[in-house]
């Protein structure tokens, strides 16, 4: 069973900055993408942040400049730092991995989600 977990979420100040965090455990061969999506009320889940397992990059053109994706391929862990946050920066960010397993199936797994509200 392979399971994200998230943390780091929280209620900051516009301006302001949060680090996310997401580790991804169990029976794991290979992760190819881990990355960031949100989802604010009454909005469809959109992506903020992917990085391949080669370091490539992906960026919502919303937060390029202020969010930085970066990964640790030992510990099967994905960070997003969060800067200059504004109030419509404000949802449930959700940690993404598509993976394979030690079984050898692959896959498209989900964290359970993080608040972010970016509010004075």
């Known amino acids: 069973q392979v399971q994200l977990v998230e943390s780091g979420g929280g209620l900051v100040q516009p301006g302001g900055s949060l680090r996310l965090s997401c580790a991804a455990s169990?029976?794991?061969?290979?992760?190819?993408?881990m990355g960031w999506y949100r989802q604010a009320p009454g909005k469809q889940r959109e992506l903020v942040a992917t990085?391949?397992?080669?370091?490539?990059?992906n960026y919502a053109d919303s937060v390029k400049g202020r969010f930085t994706i970066s990964r640790d391929n030992a510990k099967n862990t994905v960070y997003l730092q969060m800067n200059s946050l504004k109030p419509e920066d404000t949802a449930v960010y959700y940690c993404?991995?598509?993976?394979?397993?030690?079984?050898?199936?692959?896959?498209?797994?989900w964290g359970q989600g993080t608040q972010v509200t970016v509010s004075s």
């Open positions: 169990g029976r794991i061969f290979s992760i190819w993408i």
């Open positions: 993404n991995a598509k993976l394979t397993t030690a079984s050898m199936t692959s896959g498209n797994y």
């Open positions: 990085m391949t397992s080669s370091s490539s990059t």
